[in-house]
């Protein structure tokens, strides 16, 4: 067997093992068997990072924000504009990216109605976990 072949072959395992993960995972989900897993999780961040963390967070949080998009893709606009060999082709394939980036964040977000842990100054008890 060449070596493309076998790099090909180890790609398509790589890819069905993780499929195969992903589908077991949201199965899981939607029959709600993840509480007890962010029941615990929730209390092991919130024990490792106490209050004096929320700057650091809020500052982790703000590279997800769009404020940094917004510029980083003005720029990256910028530099297609002024770089690219192929500029049109370059724009609607960066505009394609953006596009169906959020459009995925917004149905994953609607399919699952969640919106992830809450935020760590966030005032949360942890009234089942911390009795024991």
């Known amino acids: 067997m060449g070596k493309v072949k076998f790099v090909v072959l180890g790609a398509f395992t790589v890819f069905a093992v993780c499929l195969s993960l992903v589908i077991g995972m949201i199965q899981e989900f939607l ?4 509480t007890l ?11 490792m990072f106490d209050p004096n963390w929320s700057a650091w967070m809020n500052c982790f949080a703000l590279l997800g924000s769009y404020y940094v998009f917004f510029p980083l893709i003005g720029l990256t606009t910028i530099l297609i504009i002024w770089k690219g060999k192929e500029r049109l082709l370059e724009l609607m394939c960066f505009a394609f990216v953006i596009v169906g980036g959020e459009a995925l964040d917004e149905g994953l977000r609607a ?11 966030n005032s949360h008890t942890h009234s089942r976990v911390s009795k024991r």
């Open 31 to 34: 029959e709600n068997e993840f």
């Open 37 to 47: 897993f962010d029941e615990i999780v929730n209390f092991i961040i919130h024990e």
């Open 111 to 121: 399919l699952f109605h969640r919106w992830g842990l809450p935020l760590i100054n």
